[in-house]
């Protein structure tokens, strides 16, 4: 077993996770364009976005109330907060108790329903739609990939995510059983919801009958946008994180600078197959309509569900 | 506070409680006098039950302490006895009813000038009887005292029920609160006297003593009778019809007493009956208790939390989100039943289903009353119930606005607050004992953490439509857009349950050494704290395995540090590179210009899941359309939309329609001649005659 990690490198990991975020989504739409036959804008652009929107001055809408500037704040530190709790580099609980696979779930939702929250106070018709169909996708996805954490979680002992990966180590990949399978299975098919991508919601389109996430965002600007997009970034990566975490724990042993770079590349290659399969899942299907996808997250839910009773029995 | 000073405390408990009532005399002269000075002294009486409690809790482990009371009846005698668990819920009680007696006064001021001496000396007596008799609910050493401050507190908030304004509606409330409440005490009542006649006694010493040699089908039933009484009280599905329609109908601060507290005096009832008075003397409680508890309280908290998402009157919507956590607290206690005794690994995950039930019994009972309040606070100035009428609020009553949000992250069972740190322990306590139970058991077990899951998302949900449509966006009528900041006595009464919302989330460690005294005492295994907070006060750790593996860790206060560090950051980011002072601008509705009807409301918010949860909503609607000569020029249009209550359409209407078809037969055969009834008298008589002689044999 792995040792514990250190406040450093638990720090070092968050910054990683959200300096990186924006470079997931750049090669998922390099990868997209290249599906479709076109060039594509470079991996670097979000960053590009980013810092133009941080020099921006702020629009506010005059019926917003205070809680609307400090929202893209909020949901920011909450975002970044459950960064913390993904091991990167090396498997292990951190030296000092943080949080859990359910805290990392919960901080998730903390920033969505700040995201909805924010998204009434405009008082425009979009954001409140945005908000609605976020908040109705979103109870539907909690309970299963809480089914998926719990069908891993109960063959490690622990809800915590470092110790769970160090717990099954690297030998255990070669090990799969049916369990993990449909455990996976379940954890792919809730993926796009999670990032917000085809087929659940569409993060390139501003039309009002396709958005969800989007519609949310139309009222912020300027740095305040920036924080929101931001935020969404690193959510995509801390989620992908997660199924890293619970699937793939491939880490170095050693805590040495060789070791962290191995872990660095392990993790890189796993962020990486999973974006590639994000892209591909998003240029081959059509986006559903919005009352097809609980029957879309039904299949996730069944495939939770044997895989924990397949721990269980 | 030492032992010996336990009297002292009740008997200060009670005068206070009993001077708050006589205060209501004071309404010949004032009743702006009797309602300050009732208040008053429920305050201090609140003050004496948090010494009383946390004398006990803080106090020597494992120890009863009783005290006699003056012999009222001949046939029975009267006493206290307060241990841990009683203690507990002492405390819940307290630090609720502190929070209304603040808020008290100057919400009925303003929520209803009009009132006349009468109503206010009514309120004020009605309160410190409420007040007073749950105290002693919970503090009861014997059956009799028990029932009669049991009878006492309903019949206190049934007069507080049908108080706050005098229309048909809160009356037809208040009299099937009655029958619902009554039907309830009628089951305890046998329940209670079937023990008492067993050990010739009411005190609960012989009590227990007498159900020592009970048989296991006596045992149930005594124990099923009790949870159906209790039940009713306490509002779990489908004997909660009541609560949604009594606790809206009452004044703002009696509401956040009766969903916050009144409902957990029904718990403590379940507790006290399941694992003292009716708990076999070795062994495991039979397997039935604890599964049924475990179903229902699943059910009851993933429909209440679907019903609440229905509801546009915000209290009615508080009052569904009750019936929730009751079933979150239930999956605990029922967890607690499955597992007591039953495991080989010394009790520690009984302890942690336990501590997470009871933690989460204080910490709905500061959110839930926080949430009240503060929808106490939006009625009393906008005279709105209906969340589509208001609306901007939170422009103009920043700190109610505030402190609702507050309330609806920690009811949400959102980080870092105190909901959810019950609902992780449930939770872990749920992983544990799937991981234990192997085969369906587990199956079900696990089934019911991904419910309380989806109760949790669907909680958010329901939060953020209350919260986004009550208080931001444009005023939509004129009542919302000339409210006002509520007065500072009752912002203070809101404050004091959002601070222990804080601090129960930020700190939790320190409120696990208070659930000590209850857990040890009631399980006669490990403490809570011991349990829960091995690894030092800032830290929440359980073992999901046998004792020695690895467990889960977590620390809500180094989230919470982590979460103000990364805000602070993420500040300085929002300012952005250019720091020019933001430019405001109307929001864009494609054209036209903005009035309060593009804003989102609460009816549209919650279609989506209207829709995805058809089959349990039955949701109907009708739109009439008036049309001007053609169908394309629309002149009005008019939308009305129902959902249905299931337990309510499929099971109470039944009932009603079998006691009126019922009563029609009655009709037909009442001849009105005197010797037709004198024969159904002495017909009632034999056949009662009968069945006696039968129970005789």
């Known amino acids: ?313 | 506070m030492a032992f010996s000073s336990l009297p002292t405390g009740t008997l200060l408990m009670a005068a206070c409680y009993g001077a708050g009532a006589l205060s209501s005399l004071l309404a010949r002269w004032s009743g702006r006098l009797a309602l300050g000075v009732g208040h008053l002294a429920a305050l201090a009486g609140a003050v004496a039950g948090l010494g009383v409690s946390l004398g006990v809790l803080l106090g020597e482990p494992g120890r009863t302490l009783t005290q006699p009371l003056p012999d009222l009846f001949p046939f029975a005698r009267l006493s206290l006895a307060v241990d841990g668990l009683s203690a507990f819920f002492l405390l819940v009680i307290s630090l609720v009813a502190i929070a209304a007696a603040i808020y008290g006064p100057a919400y009925l001021r303003a929520h209803s000038p009009g009132a006349g001496p009468a109503r206010q000396a009514a309120q004020v007596l009605a309160l410190n009887v409420f007040l007073g008799c749950m105290a002693f609910v919970v503090c009861a050493g014997d059956a009799l005292t028990f029932l009669l401050c049991w009878e006492g507190m309903t019949l206190a908030s049934y007069v507080l029920v049908v108080s706050d304004d005098r229309n048909g509606e809160n009356a037809r409330a208040g009299l099937l609160y009655m029958v619902m409440a009554h039907g309830g005490t009628a089951l305890l009542l046998v329940a209670f006297l079937a023990l008492t006649e067993r050990a010739g006694a009411f005190d609960f010493a012989a009590l227990r003593a007498a159900a020592g040699d009970l048989d296991s089908m006596t045992r149930t039933t005594l124990f099923f009778l009790a949870l159906g009484g209790f039940a009713t009280k306490a509002g779990v599905i489908p004997l909660h019809v009541w609560l949604p329609r009594a606790h809206p109908a009452a004044p703002s601060h009696v509401s956040a007493l009766m969903s916050g507290v009144m409902l957990k005096v029904a718990i403590y009832g379940i507790l006290r009956f399941a694992f003292d008075l009716l708990a076999p003397v070795a062994g495991p409680l039979p397997p039935s208790w604890g599964w049924t508890v475990l179903v229902l309280g699943t059910t009851s908290a993933v429909l209440g939390v679907l019903y609440a998402l229905q509801q546009h009157d915000l209290k009615r919507l508080l009052a569904f989100h009750s019936v929730e956590n009751i079933g979150i607290i239930l999956i605990g206690v029922g967890l607690a039943m499955i597992l007591w005794r039953r495991e080989s690994a010394g009790g520690a995950l009984a302890t942690v289903a336990l501590t997470a039930a009871l933690l989460h019994t204080v910490n709905h009972a500061a959110f839930k009353g926080l949430l009240f309040l503060a929808a106490g606070s939006v009625l009393c100035r906008t005279h709105v119930r209906n969340m589509e009428e208001l609306g901007g609020l939170a422009r103009r009553m920043p700190w109610t606005a505030g402190l609702f949000l507050l309330g609806a992250v920690a009811i949400s069972a959102l980080p870092p607050l105190n909901g959810f740190v019950s609902e992780w322990l449930t939770f872990q306590a749920l992983l544990g004992g799937a991981s234990r139970f192997h085969g369906p058991a587990g199956l079900v077990i696990v089934f019911s953490a991904a419910m309380l899951a989806l109760t949790g998302g669907l909680a958010a949900a329901c939060f953020a439509k209350a919260f986004g449509v009550t208080f931001l966006g444009r005023p939509r009528t004129s009542h919302a857009e000339h409210a006002t900041e509520a007065p500072a006595s009752m912002i203070a009464g809101m404050a004091w349950l959002a601070a222990l919302c804080v601090a129960l989330g930020v700190a939790p460690g320190y409120a696990m050494r208070l659930l000590d005294a209850p857990t040890a005492g009631l399980l006669h295994g490990p403490a809570a704290s011991a349990v829960v907070t091995a690894k030092g006060p800032l830290v929440l750790s359980t073992a999901l395995m046998a004792p020695g593996t690895d467990g889960t860790a977590i620390s809500m206060t180094i989230v919470a540090a982590l979460l103000i560090a990364l805000a602070a950051m993420a500040w300085v980011l929002r300012r952005g590179l250019r720091s020019s002072p933001p430019r405001t601008a109307p929001t864009w509705t494609c054209g036209m210009s903005p009035t309060a009807r593009f804003d989102y409301t609460a009816t549209a918010f919650a279609k989506p899941l209207r829709l995805v949860f058809a089959a349990l909503y039955r949701p109907r609607r009708a739109v009439i359309r008036e049309t001007a000569g053609t169908p394309y020029v629309l002149r009005r249009i008019h939308y009305a939309g129902v959902v249905v209550d299931l337990s309510e359409t499929q099971i109470y209407h039944r009932v009603q329609r079998g006691i009126t078809v019922l009563s029609r037969t009655i009709r037909l055969r009442s001849t009105g001649r005197i010797h037709g009834y004198i024969g159904f008298v002495l017909g009632a008589l034999f056949v009662a005659l009968l069945l006696f002689g039968v129970g005789q044999k």
């Open chain 1, 1 to 313: 077993m792995t040792g514990e990690r250190e406040l450093g490198l638990v720090l070092l990991e968050m910054i990683l996770l959200v300096l990186l975020g924006p470079l997931v989504t750049g090669i998922i739409q390099k990868l997209k364009a290249r599906l479709q036959c076109r060039q594509g804008a470079t991996i670097l652009q979000p960053y590009r976005d980013l810092a133009k929107l941080f020099r921006k001055g702020t629009v506010q809408a005059d019926t917003a109330s205070g809680f609307f500037r400090s929202i893209p704040v909020l949901v920011l530190a909450a975002t970044v907060a459950a960064g913390a709790l993904v091991p990167v580099l090396r498997a292990g609980p951190p030296a000092f108790p943080l949080g859990d696979a359910l805290m990392l779930l919960g901080l998730l939702a903390l920033a969505r329903f700040l995201t909805a929250v924010g998204a009434f106070d405009a008082g425009g018709a979009f954001g409140g739609m945005g908000a609605s169909r976020e908040m109705t996708i979103a109870p539907l996805v909690e309970p299963v990939l809480m089914m998926v954490v719990f069908s891993t979680a109960v063959a490690a002992g622990t809800t915590e995510l470092g110790a769970l990966a160090a717990h099954r180590g690297t030998p255990w990949i070669l090990a799969w059983r049916a369990a993990d399978f449909l455990g996976f299975a379940a954890m792919l098919v809730l993926l796009p919801a999670e990032t917000g991508r085809i087929p659940v919601d569409n993060p390139d389109t501003h039309l009002e009958l396709t958005m969800l996430h989007e519609g949310m965002l139309l009222e912020h600007s300027g740095p305040g946008l920036g924080c929101m997009v931001l935020a969404s970034h690193t959510r995509q990566i801390v989620t992908l994180g997660l199924v890293a975490a619970l699937f793939f724990p491939i880490a170095a042993d050693g805590a040495g600078a060789a070791d962290l770079l191995l872990g660095a590349g392990a993790f890189a290659a796993k962020i990486l197959v999973l974006a590639i399969f994000l892209a591909l899942v998003e240029s081959s299907y059509a986006k559903l309509r919005l009352f097809r996808v609980p029957q879309y997250l039904g299949i996730g839910f069944v495939c939770a569900l044997t895989a924990l009773a397949l721990r269980i029995l």
